[in-house]
């Protein structure tokens, strides 16, 4: 088993959970990548310990605070058995914006009054859960958060898998610190299963395979998880719009013009729920300077979309721990995620993937 610990208790979260013991029910799970890795089935992960701030949460057990509200995720996997997990009351930081504290009832976050966690007391926790990977689900724009947990993962001897645009395996100085101590780092910012990054990426990449031009593109982005209500923040968006942004300009063979792309969430409507509806538009020029667009709507389930990748992450995080490597485990991390330290071609990025996982010479 592949122990685990959760940072941030949401709906990224609660699709995990739910996935991993979906996955661990059926013999043939729908819309499940890579079965086996390294060969690590998908049901063997097992979560040790989850850090959350939010009082619905905060000491209740983890089977259940996982459907507690704000979280509105769409339910595959009901009637869980008690996980016999406490979650531990996090320290705040910059991990709660302003917007996800003035909503309406059920929908805004409601501050535990326990006392907060220090880093020994989170490292300890580690220790004693026998944790070997932590995952990172906190929201974005949580910089100081997110570092936090990973200098924490660093003393407890953890590796870090890191969903949120807060750059850790991107950056050359947190994926020293993780080289230095022997430990694996996976990022940046989940690129979801079936997503508007990878849908866009892939229209955007058709017009170099077919020798067009592309000019001008545009993703726009709505939902009423907490995701889109945090991010309603204007001020938290920064990284998620470089990471979005930079994953689909890599999948190109020349950037556009700044002012050509645009691409990042639109806006928070609350009955959406934890649907997300991605816009995206392409304009560009076919034979003699012809004009062309595309424009697509995608509809998706965000959190479960996320989790599907995150299986395969920790995964990945445990088969590097087995082979010793160290640092930002790029060969794995371009096909899982936006802001990854090496971008890919997500068909290379895929082949890189699959390599890793079945050589055990790779290194990191």
């Known amino acids: 088993m592949i122990k685990t610990a959760i940072i941030g208790l949401g709906n990224c979260a609660s699709a995990l959970v739910q996935g991993v013991y979906y996955c661990r029910k059926e013999a043939d799970?729908?819309?499940l990548p890579f079965p086996v890795l390294g060969?690590?089935?998908?049901?063997?992960?097992e979560i040790v310990a989850g850090f959350d701030i939010d009082q619905r949460k905060v000491g209740h057990d983890l089977n259940e605070a996982i459907f507690q509200p704000p979280n509105c995720t769409y339910v595959f996997q009901r009637d869980l058995p008690p996980s016999n997990i406490k979650v531990a009351r996090g320290p705040t930081l910059d991990g709660l914006s302003s917007s996800m504290q003035t909503h309406g009832e059920g929908r805004r976050f409601v501050e535990s009054d326990a006392p907060e966690l220090s880093e020994q007391d989170v490292v300890a926790l580690l220790q004693q859960a026998g944790c070997e990977v932590v995952i990172n689900f906190l929201p974005v724009g949580s910089q100081k958060a997110t570092e936090f947990y990973a200098s924490c993962?660093?003393?407890?001897?953890?590796?870090?898998?890191?969903?949120?645009?807060?750059?850790?395996?991107?950056?050359?100085?947190?994926?020293?610190?993780?080289?230095?101590?022997?430990?694996?780092?996976?990022?940046?910012?989940?690129?979801?299963?079936?997503g508007a990054t990878v849908l866009h990426r892939t229209l955007a990449s058709l017009f170099d395979l077919r020798d067009a031009e592309l000019d001008r593109t545009y993703q726009l982005n709505i939902g009423g998880n907490t995701d889109f209500l945090n991010m309603a923040n204007s001020a938290r968006l920064d990284s998620k719009r470089k990471s979005k942004t930079e994953s689909v300009q890599s999948s190109v063979n020349d950037r556009l013009a700044d002012d050509n792309v645009r691409i990042g969430p639109s806006d928070y409507v609350p009955w959406l729920n934890d649907q997300k509806v991605g816009y995206i538009r392409l304009e560009g020029r076919i034979f003699g300077g012809a004009p062309v667009?595309?424009?697509?709507?995608?509809?998706?389930?965000?959190?479960p979309n996320a989790a599907a990748m995150a299986i395969s992450a920790i995964r990945c995080a445990r088969i590097a721990r087995d082979r010793g490597l160290k640092g930002a485990i790029w060969q794995a991390s371009a096909f899982l995620f936006k802001h990854p330290p090496q971008q890919m071609a997500d068909t290379v990025a895929y082949q890189s993937l699959l390599d890793f996982a079945a050589t055990p010479s790779a290194h990191g």
């Open 39 to 45: 060969g690590y089935g998908a049901g063997e992960i």
């Open 153 to 194: 993962a660093l003393k407890a001897g953890c590796a870090f898998v890191n969903s949120i645009p807060v750059f850790l395996a991107s950056n050359a100085g947190w994926a020293k610190r993780f080289d230095d101590a022997g430990l694996p780092l996976l990022g940046d910012d989940f690129k979801a299963q079936i």
């Open 293 to 303: 667009s595309i424009e697509t709507r995608l509809t998706v389930e965000d959190s």
């Open 29 to 31: 799970p729908i819309g």
